[in-house]
């Protein structure tokens, strides 16, 4: 890889950080989500229920451990280490005037010990933990008054961490609002227009979902501009959870939805936060499904002005569309598909393909032509500790081998890749099931599914292999 390749690994707080409740934070959204499983989907409760389990509330507590962790990415060789900053840590109820000192502090500690190592930051600004009291006060991003509660944070961690940070993502996967059942997640809406019906994962409202997603467009384009006044060196980047569609079969009308999907889905909110505009497409089917977006004057001038530096995306599986409805289903990151019978799939039922990354660097850098960064791909498996305490995930240095080379092979294609972080490097929460069972990590940490164990960190079989990965910069995949 080019010499400065980013080699790394990602996390989110609200699925890493735990202290929901210590030192000022106030709760956000995914604090109110329970514990799931593969079969039994996580609740929102508007309330938090005594007895119930919240994943969130103590995750795998970062907060407490960063020290030991950040030295064991360092012991790695990590170049970049991928974390969100909790907005309701800064902001507790996210409307509030003055920031929450110890939150800063806290941030500040991790960065000088990420420094102490040469670590790079890359920090994602807002990683489906949208401060809960937002929800309360305005239903979340359907509200435009969010808009400024999220500059006002980006000011002040901008202006805080200046000097510390120089990567940055506005929004982590803002194309999750094209997909029905995330407007909770994804933007704090819990309530349908008229105030009064509760979101679940069945109860969708496609209207507020999208203008929840054009004031995030805004908001994401205001922070741009600001980051870049406030320091010039700030590379700013969108985030898209990148869904790669394979037509089922050559019937023009599979092609024509799979192009389809990939818009909507995928380049429409680049499309935005990279050129600043609305696509076409956009504007057509948001008017045939009778989507209203409301913009005020200088919406179209913000959006122009505050374009990405770069193009991030995650990437964990390739999905195929038929527009036979009839066809055979499969589950996957945020949207399921139609089996493909040429791949295998992960034990939570994602297809796993290798190449599929090797296409989609070419497609996104084909379209943008600016630097291009993984910033999630991994596996979610279940992980077996031997009785000698050894991990031997096998398994996951296979899926991300198999990954590298495509990643490679990409570059060879003429792609300028940045920098790879895998998710989870550390085990945490999984977003969509609320399991600890679900571990992506080099790193094991001892607690289950219930909450119970000792959060004791030990490196896994993978961990070695990817120093050596990170030591010959990629050359030595063995
Ligand atoms: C991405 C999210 O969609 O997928 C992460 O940005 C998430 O937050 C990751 O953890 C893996 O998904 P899951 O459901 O296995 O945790």
């Known amino acids: 890889m080019k010499k400065g390749f980013l080699w790394g690994g990602a996390t989110a707080a609200n699925q890493f950080e735990g202290a929901w409740n210590?030192?000022?934070?106030?709760?956000s959204t995914a604090d109110m989500m329970t514990g799931g499983t593969h079969t039994t989907p996580r609740r929102i409760t508007p309330v938090l229920e005594e007895g119930t389990y919240y994943p969130s509330h103590e995750a795998v507590d970062f907060y407490g451990h960063y020290k030991e962790d950040i030295k064991m990415l360092a012991e790695m060789g990590f170049k970049v280490f991928r974390m969100s900053i909790n907005w309701s840590r800064i902001y507790p109820n996210g409307d509030d005037l003055e920031p929450n000192?110890?939150?800063?502090?806290?941030?500040?500690?991790?960065?000088a010990e990420l420094e102490k190592y040469n670590i790079e930051p890359l920090v994602t600004i807002?990683?489906?933990?949208?401060?809960?009291?937002?929800?309360?006060?305005?239903?979340?991003?359907?509200?435009?008054?969010v808009i400024d509660c999220y500059v006002r944070y980006c000011e002040t961690i901008f202006n805080r961490y200046k000097d510390k940070v120089k990567y940055w993502l506005t929004f982590n996967e803002i194309n999750v609002l094209t997909i029905p059942g995330t407007a909770f997640s994804g933007a704090g809406i819990l309530l349908d227009e008229k105030?009064?019906?509760?979101?679940?994962?069945?109860?969708?409202?496609?209207?507020?979902?999208?203008?929840?997603?054009?004031?995030?467009?805004?908001?994401?384009?205001?922070a741009v501009k600001i980051g870049h006044s406030i320091n010039p060196n700030f590379k700013i980047g969108c985030m898209i959870a990148y869904m790669c569609n394979y037509p089922h079969t050559c019937n023009p009308d599979d092609m024509l939805l799979t192009q389809h999907r990939t818009q909507i889905n995928n380049m429409f909110c680049?499309?935005?936060?990279?050129?600043?505009?609305?696509?076409?497409?956009?504007?057509?089917?948001?008017?045939?499904?009778?989507?209203?977006?409301?913009?005020?004057?200088?919406?179209?001038?913000?959006?122009?002005?505050?374009?990405?530096?770069?193009?991030?995306?995650?990437?964990?599986?390739?999905?195929?569309v038929s527009h036979n409805p009839q066809e055979d289903g499969v589950g996957g990151n945020l949207m399921g598909g139609i089996r493909n019978p040429y791949l295998k799939t992960s034990d939570w039922g994602w297809q796993i393909d290798p190449k599929g990354l090797r296409y989609t660097l070419?497609?996104?850098?084909?379209?943008?032509?600016?630097?291009?960064?993984?910033?999630?791909?991994?596996?979610?498996?279940?992980?077996?500790?031997?009785?000698?305490?050894?991990v031997n995930d096998d398994y996951r240095i296979e899926y991300l081998r198999d990954h590298i080379i495509q990643m490679k092979e990409a570059v060879k294609d003429g792609v300028d890749l940045m920098g790879y972080t895998m998710w989870g490097c550390i085990d945490l929460v999984s977003v969509s099931t609320g399991e600890m069972k679900k571990r992506y990590g080099f790193i094991y940490v001892d607690k289950d599914n219930e909450g119970k164990g000792t959060l004791q960190r030990k490196p896994k079989k993978s961990f070695y292999w990817y120093k050596k990965v990170i030591k010959t910069n990629g050359e030595n995949l063995e």
């Open 195 to 222: 105030n009064e019906v509760e979101f679940s994962a069945d109860h969708d409202n496609e209207q507020l979902r999208f203008q929840a997603l054009h004031h995030q467009f805004v908001a994401s384009a205001r």
């Open 362 to 390: 070419n497609e996104i850098y084909d379209r943008y032509q600016i630097p291009v960064m993984i910033v999630e791909n991994g596996l979610g498996a279940v992980d077996i500790v031997e009785e000698d305490g050894s």
């Open 126 to 145: 807002s990683h489906y933990e949208t401060p809960f009291g937002l929800t309360k006060k305005f239903n979340g991003w359907a509200s435009r008054e």
């Open 270 to 320: 680049s499309d935005v936060q990279v050129r600043g505009y609305y696509p076409g497409y956009a504007k057509r089917y948001l008017k045939d499904n009778g989507i209203k977006i409301k913009m005020e004057v200088d919406d179209e001038a913000t959006l122009k002005d505050g374009c990405v530096d770069f193009y991030s995306f995650s990437y964990y599986m390739s999905l195929v």
């Open 22 to 27: 210590k030192g000022g934070k106030g709760p």
């Open 101 to 111: 000192e110890e939150g800063l502090t806290f941030y500040d500690n991790v960065f």
